[in-house]
């Protein structure tokens, strides 16, 4: 072999070689961290359903176990704002024994990214007295701030209060 056929070989194995690195650098570049798809709407409507399901069980820590520990909680009947899990389970010890049913009257989704979505609208809240058994509705508007944190979606704003003008 020739210095010449050796000088043509040797810058063809380098063109090669930069082209192979090129695309390999190309594909990664563009490839980027692996993502969650978007959770649909539906997805997101059912996060309430199943708090709403929390709810029926009675027990203030399963409900509690439904939002994050940085949460905030700006509950329908209390004046006092929770921020942490101790104070979510405080006002669901008192708010349960009413046996709180809620059910959505109209509602608002908008899927932020796919760890993030916030679910606003208005809902109606049954109640009933435990010492007379006589059922109220509390008609209140909520938000839900949700963000999915270790592959678990979890309530991480929650505002709920009584309609201004019912």
């Not at 932020?112 to 109640?127: E, H, K, R």
Request: charged share 25%; no cysteine; glycine share 6%.
């Amino acid at each position: 072999m020739t210095r010449r056929s050796m000088s043509k070989r040797a810058a063809v194995v380098t063109v090669t070689t930069v082209l192979a690195l090129v695309t390999l650098g190309t594909v990664a570049a563009t490839a980027g961290p692996q993502h969650d798809a978007k959770p649909s709407k539906k997805q997101i409507a059912a996060l309430f359903d199943g708090w709403n399901a929390a709810l029926q069980t009675g027990d203030p820590k399963k409900v509690a176990n439904r939002y994050a520990p940085d949460a905030v909680l700006l509950p329908t009947v209390s004046n006092e704002i929770r921020t942490d899990r101790a104070e979510i389970v405080d006002y669901f010890e008192h708010f349960l024994p009413n046996k709180p049913v809620a059910k959505k009257v109209e509602t608002y989704i908008n899927v932020l990214d796919s760890n993030s979505a916030i679910d606003a609208g208005a809902y109606d809240i049954t109640l009933t007295d435990p010492k007379t058994g006589k059922k109220r509705v509390v008609e209140a508007r909520y938000t839900y701030e949700y963000e999915k944190r270790g592959g678990t979606w979890l309530i991480v704003n929650h505002h709920s209060s009584v309609m201004p003008e019912g």
